[in-house]
């Protein structure tokens, strides 16, 4: 059982919207703006701004849910999706108790966390020959 | 002779693949406010990087700093901790006891002399040559002694070796001081010291000290009080989700009203997040579930010096509040507007905290709510 079994939830009132939404549609905008013109974009980290639960459904409702929906298992789940704006992804990384412990915006072609790194690639690569080992 | 094994091949012989490392190195990022961009970087340097050989030594204390440390069965993100660093003595989880484990701690200290970074938790008790803490006969002080003058750095885990803590209150019965104070009066000898205070600290912060150390090979920059800014160079206040309602003049009066209901600020219920700093409204507890603000308790204050002598937890801080200027209000919307990713928080917390990081008052406050 993990602790989010325990039947008690933040409430996303209305009353709690804090309206700080905004100024990061802005910094978005600036970030997409700067991947299609260099290549490069960038992240933001939503959990050094202080947004109450409403606010985080209040970004996730202006952004919207795109085409691409990608669970990944590594030291718990990450979830990881293209908002309806191609090229803005939302990141959650949770542990194994399936709480999240960092959500990021990253504006880019894919995150970094979905393509294989050459190290896990050479791992693959091992197992493949053992598997084709005749006997 | 064989070369020593990396970060990368223990957590590849553990079923890590790079992404767990990279998910692990984007939350340390975001802990250490870093740009998101740093974790690639991170954690590309720690796979190459060998275990950091650490020795523990627990003294006046309730053990709840190494529970808050190893409370995660591994592997898990928060348990990638004990994968960068090899814990060559820790009583509490060592198998071994009496004559054995003293001799685990010497032949520790003898392999790995002037390498091992040392972990104190725990208050030193002075009072009537320190008998008030003793292990295998011997004082805590001699202990120390010993073992100080082998380590490369000396990290002082919780608020009781940072500060004195709870044993060091008022009347402190035992005569229980920080190690910083031991080395201030040349009791022991002068090491770099880190203070991870906190009651308990964060663990993800113990491991982010270490990660810095093996990612740049030198120490953190340290605040007046001897802690990583990393970390503590934010109050709580500054990183609180409440904080627009303190700005708003939004207050819960009890535990039980509207506002309370609503979610609004703690500060007159007694919340010490704007004289506290720590990492905790970022970081958050229980593998992230949420921290005493989010459960609707205020802050205690439990990483600064003395506050268990502070006052009740439930006195609001003693400074009225002036109501937000019209001209505050806008700076902020400016300060937000002017980059989101440093946030709402910014206004007065970068000067404060990065300058002097002297401790903030809430006159500062006030002062700084003053066009
Ligand atoms: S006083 Fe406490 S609850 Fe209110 S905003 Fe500051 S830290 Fe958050």
Redesign the pocket.
């Known amino acids: 059982m993990s602790l989010r079994d325990i039947a008690v939830r933040v409430e996303a009132s209305p009353a709690s919207r804090i309206g700080g939404i905004r100024p990061i549609l802005h910094e978005i905008r600036t970030l997409l703006a700067a991947l299609i013109d260099t290549g490069r974009g960038g992240s933001i980290d939503l959990r050094s701004l202080p947004l109450s639960p409403a606010d985080f459904e209040a970004l996730d409702a202006a952004l919207g849910e795109g085409e691409v929906r990608a669970t990944i298992r590594a030291l718990g789940e990450t979830r990881v999706t293209e908002t309806a704006i191609h090229g803005v992804w939302r990141v959650t990384h949770c542990n194994d108790g399936g709480e999240a412990v960092a959500d990021l915006i990253e504006v880019c072609d894919a995150p970094e966390i979905l393509k294989t790194h050459a190290a896990d690639a050479r791992v693959g690569l091992a197992k493949l020959r053992t598997r084709l080992e005749p006997g | 002779m064989h070369e020593p094994e990396t970060l990368g091949d223990v957590l590849a012989k553990r079923g890590v693949s790079r992404r767990g490392f990279l998910k692990y190195c984007a939350t340390l990022a975001s802990l250490m406010a870093l740009p998101p961009s740093v974790a690639a970087q991170m954690a590309d340097k720690l796979t190459r990087a060998t275990r950091q050989s650490v020795i523990y030594l627990s003294f006046q204390e309730c053990t709840g700093c190494l529970e808050s440390l190893s409370r995660t069965h591994s592997p898990t993100l928060e348990g990638l901790l004990f994968d960068l660093i090899s814990l060559d003595y820790q009583e509490t989880l060592l198998a071994a006891a009496g004559h054995a484990a003293e001799e685990a701690r010497a032949n520790a200290m003898r392999a790995n002399s002037g390498k091992f970074v040392l972990m104190v938790d725990g208050a030193i008790p002075l009072k009537d040559g320190g008998v008030y803490s003793t292990i295998a006969g011997r004082t805590n002080i001699e202990i120390l002694k010993e073992a100080v003058p082998h380590a490369a750095a000396v990290i002082a885990v919780g608020t009781c070796s940072s500060f004195g803590g709870l044993p060091h209150a008022n009347p402190n019965p035992t005569g229980a001081v920080s190690v910083g104070t031991l080395m201030e009066k040349g009791l022991i000898e002068r090491k770099p010291l880190i203070n991870v205070s906190g009651c308990p600290p964060i663990p993800v912060v113990i491991s982010g000290v270490v990660a810095h150390f093996l990612t740049l090979g030198t120490l953190p920059e340290l605040d007046g009080y001897g802690r990583p800014k990393v970390f503590f160079g934010d109050?709580?206040?500054d990183r609180?989700?409440?904080?627009p309602?303190?700005d708003q003049g939004k207050?819960a009066k009890t535990f039980d009203d509207e506002g309370a209901r609503n979610g609004w600020?703690?500060?007159e219920l007694g919340?010490?997040?704007?004289t506290?700093y720590n990492a905790c409204?970022t970081a958050k507890w229980n593998g992230g579930v949420s921290f005493p603000?989010e459960s609707g308790h205020?802050?205690l204050g439990c990483s600064e010096p003395d506050f268990w002598d502070a006052g009740s937890f439930y006195a609001p801080l003693p400074a009225p509040r002036a109501p937000l200027s019209a001209a505050a209000g806008a700076a902020i919307a400016v300060g937000v507007a002017a980059g989101a990713a440093v946030g709402l928080a910014g206004l007065y917390k970068r000067k404060k905290a990065q300058q002097a990081h002297t401790k903030l008052t809430v006159d500062d406050l006030e002062t700084e709510k003053k066009p």
């Open positions: 109050t709580i206040h609180c989700y409440r904080r309602f303190y207050f600020c703690l500060y919340c010490k997040g704007p506290t409204a603000i205020g802050c």
